[in-house]
């Protein structure tokens, strides 16, 4: 065959072995953010009229306070001030979950699309809404763009001052399916009105990194995105236990599972500063080296990182050692049924 023929078919084969570029769309008609602009024109900041306030990570309270989205500021208003951008679907999904109460949560009125077309399937959410669209609900299948509700103020028991109207905008992935059991074991003493698609049982990461990265093309989807991560915290489980978690996002396995669960003894989890495990090793016994079956072992940590979030507990210092903090104990109670 002529070298050049060669050539181009290795270029195909190349080529074709691509990821398909992820299709987003701003969840808002700000096109700010498209354009390269400051934060401070399509963020909304608290009181303190910080942009980076209204960003995901320790950034509020002096850093104490955990943000887990970004907070999208309204371009248009009606004549009373209300905000009238409407909100839409950033990806291809399904709609999961409706909140229409705004009382039942601090999320006020919320929306949770799933993406199941995408490699890890992440949701994203949508809050604080003053209006969800008629025929919005679960199991709708939507599209990128396809508005689902109106930009609002709700929250809770209380309502965001209208100056300051936002949505709240974040992608994440699911703890577990069995949340009800634990937020029940757990006591909080109100009833959990949203099932699995409660705020506790999501976690998010950071929109703006990702979307960066996806903008500049350093990645094209969220595999890619979650195979360069660096993990803050290494973490040991000894449990043959295979969390419905790495059922339900396979690709964040870093090898594959023995086709024999038994031999599967336990879990090495990379966790990024919020505690989202994004990589996980499946061990065998021997790997394990005699670590207790249902016992924990941290095996690194980055300490200047976790400094630098002290809004999250995910390692603290014990008898010489390190072990769980009280934000990563809840994350592996969630994941493999520890009480």
Not at 310 to 319: A, D, I, T
Request: aromatic letters at 10%.
């Amino acid at each position: 065959m002529p070298s050049r023929l060669l050539l181009f078919l290795s270029l195909a084969v190349g080529l074709s072995a691509q990821p398909a570029r992820l299709e987003f769309r701003w969840p808002t008609p700000n096109h700010a953010w498209e354009q390269g602009r400051p934060i401070e024109d399509y963020i909304q900041p608290t009181i303190s009229g910080d942009p980076e306030s209204g960003t995901f990570g320790c950034i509020r309270s002096g850093g104490g306070q955990f943000h887990e989205g970004i907070d999208i500021k309204a371009i248009s208003r009606d004549r009373t001030g209300e905000p009238a951008d409407p909100v839409s679907a950033a990806m291809a999904g399904v709609v999961r979950y409706v909140n229409p109460h705004p009382g039942n949560s601090n999320y006020g009125r919320y929306i949770v699309i799933e993406h199941p077309d995408l490699v890890p399937a992440v949701y994203t959410l949508y809050a604080h809404l003053a209006r969800i669209e008629t025929g919005v609900r679960p199991g709708v299948t939507v599209r990128a763009g396809d508005v689902i509700a109106l930009m609002g103020r709700s929250e809770g028991s209380l309502a965001i001052p209208k100056e300051r109207a936002h949505v709240h905008f974040e992608i994440g992935l699911r703890l577990t399916d069995s949340f009800d059991g634990w937020y029940h074991r757990r006591g909080f003493g109100s009833p959990n009105d949203h099932g699995i698609w409660n705020g506790m049982n999501l976690m998010g990461f950071d929109p703006l990194d990702f979307l960066r990265q996806w903008r500049t093309h350093r990645v094209a989807d969220f595999q890619q995105y979650f195979d360069q991560r660096k993990a803050v915290v290494r973490v040991r489980i000894a449990s043959s236990r295979v969390p419905d978690f790495i059922t339900r996002y396979p690709s964040l396995l870093r090898r594959p599972m023995t086709s024999n669960l038994m031999l599967v003894a336990g879990w090495e989890l990379e966790c990024d500063s919020t505690g989202l495990p994004f990589g996980w090793t499946p061990l065998t016994l021997a790997e394990l080296g005699g670590q207790r079956d249902g016992t924990v072992r941290i095996v690194a940590a980055d300490q200047a990182t976790l400094r630098a979030w002290r809004c999250k507990s995910l390692v603290r210092e014990r008898r010489g050692g390190l072990e769980p903090g009280s934000d990563l104990e809840t994350v592996l109670q969630l994941l493999f049924g520890f009480r």
